[in-house]
Nanobody, 122 residues
Framework: QVQLVDSGGGLVQTGGSLRLSCSAS????????MGWFRQAPGKEREFVAA????????YYADSVKERFTISRDNAKNTVYLQMHSLKPEDTAVYYC???????????????WGQGTQVTVSS
């Protein structure tokens, strides 16, 4: 079992930046691929970014490329999502998740954080 705790959300103006963090409970965190997903009101959960266990590969949704960066620090059992140039359409609850293999598909992920709200005002 891996417990994940998301944090770092908040209210920011258009064009602003936020950094989300996700802390994992287990030292075996380093063996998991990690992903970030988001869900806006009335919409399905969508993929945002993912990173291989060793940071060697990273995937991004087209809508966030060049603006968001996923990274991880296995020594701290933490994965980050640095978000720049935020837009109102980025408003959503953001969830981190852990999987045995790198994927952009939510069913692949076994463990999920509780979510953190990001609101971008226009």
């Amino acid at each position: 079992q891996v417990q994940l705790v998301d944090s770092g959300g908040g209210l920011v103006q258009t064009g602003g930046s936020l950094r989300l963090s996700c802390s994992a409970s287990r030292r075996t965190f380093s063996s998991y691929a990690m992903g970030w997903f988001r869900q806006a009101p009335g919409k399905e959960r969508e993929f945002v970014a993912a990173i291989r266990w060793n940071g060697g590969s990273r995937y991004y949704a087209d809508s966030v490329k060049e603006r968001f960066t996923i990274s991880r620090d296995n020594a701290k059992n933490t994965v980050y999502l640095q978000m720049h140039s935020l837009k109102p359409e980025d408003t959503a609850v953001y969830y981190c998740a852990a999987a045995r293999r790198l994927s952009t598909e939510s069913p692949t992920y076994d463990y999920w954080g509780q979510g953190t709200q990001v609101t971008v005002s226009s």
